[in-house]
């Protein structure tokens, strides 16, 4: 089973940048999906961005495009998200998530229903 810690949050002022980290246990050696989300205060939980671990593949939803950058570092077990350009719209918590193990990523198709495994959240503010 897959465990997800998330790091990194913090607050940030409109214009900054901000790296976010997840720790990823269980999985190892085996193809899934990650992904970033997040949930901003009364609204529900969206994609931002996934990478595939099989392909290396990335999407970014069209919000973040250009500001937003996901990566993972397999030997480390890690995978981030590179916040930029920050703007108060991006204030929300934060999850990474996985999917179960082969299952692939469906592109710029990011559906929550496809995650199983959820970090505990990171909080990210932008203020104006």
């Known amino acids: 089973e897959v465990q997800l810690a998330e790091s990194g949050g913090g607050s940030v002022e409109t214009g900054g940048s901000l790296r976010l980290s997840c720790a990823v246990s269980?999985?190892?050696?085996?193809?899934?999906?990650m992904g970033w989300f997040r949930q901003a205060p009364g609204q529900a939980r969206e994609g931002v961005a996934t990478?595939?671990?099989?392909?290396?593949?990335?999407d970014h939803v069209d919000s973040v495009k250009d500001r937003f950058t996901i990566s993972r570092d397999a030997v480390r077990n890690m995978m981030y998200l590179d916040m930029t350009s920050m703007n108060p719209g991006d204030t929300a918590m934060y999850y990474c998530?996985?999917?179960?193990?082969?299952?692939?990523?469906?592109?710029?198709?990011?559906?929550?229903?496809?995650?199983?495994?959820w970090g505990q959240g990171t909080l990210v503010t932008v203020s104006a």
């Open positions: 998530a996985a999917t179960p193990a082969f299952r692939s990523c469906r592109g710029a198709d990011i559906r929550e229903s496809d995650f199983g495994a």
């Open positions: 990478i595939d671990t099989t392909t290396q593949r990335t």
């Open positions: 269980g999985h190892i050696n085996l193809p899934y999906c």
